[in-house]
């Protein structure tokens, strides 16, 4: 989830999270972030920018998420997924 062949460890006093497939995804882990107040910068990928500024979103084009380095550690512990229960329900079921 951390890793990515051909990105910048740092970018504009940030250090490199992870990278998100669209502005969807970029927009639900920056605002967990913020909310547990970790500032993010976003780096896009190609015309990521210009296809967010001009449709309102980017679906095509990953982005990359940089943090503060002092927060790194925390910021990885936030967004680590955790699996819902009702997954593991739904898993059980269609096993049988």
Same mark, same amino acid.
């Given at each position: 989830?951390?890793?990515?062949?051909?990105?910048?460890?740092?970018?504009?006093?940030?250090?490199?999270?992870?990278?998100?497939?669209? &502005?969807?995804?970029?927009?639900?882990?920056?605002?967990?972030?913020? &909310?547990?107040?970790?500032?993010?910068?976003?780096?896009?990928?190609?015309?990521?920018?210009?296809?967010?500024?001009?449709?309102?979103?980017? &679906?095509?084009?990953?982005?990359?998420?940089?943090?503060?380095?002092?927060?790194?550690?925390?910021?990885?512990?936030?967004?680590?997924?955790?699996?819902?229960?009702?997954?593991?329900?739904?898993?059980?079921?269609?096993?049988?």
């Amino acid at each position: 989830m951390f890793e990515r062949e051909g990105h910048k460890d740092t970018w504009r006093d940030g250090v490199y999270l992870t990278t998100a497939e669209n &502005s969807i995804e970029a927009d639900i882990l920056e605002s967990k972030l913020n &909310s547990e107040g970790i500032p993010t910068i976003r780096r896009y990928g190609g015309a990521g920018n210009a296809m967010e500024i001009i449709m309102g979103m980017n &679906s095509n084009f990953p982005i990359d998420l940089y943090v503060p380095e002092t927060a790194l550690e925390d910021a990885r512990n936030i967004i680590v997924p955790e699996p819902l229960e009702t997954d593991a329900a739904f898993e059980d079921e269609n096993d049988q």
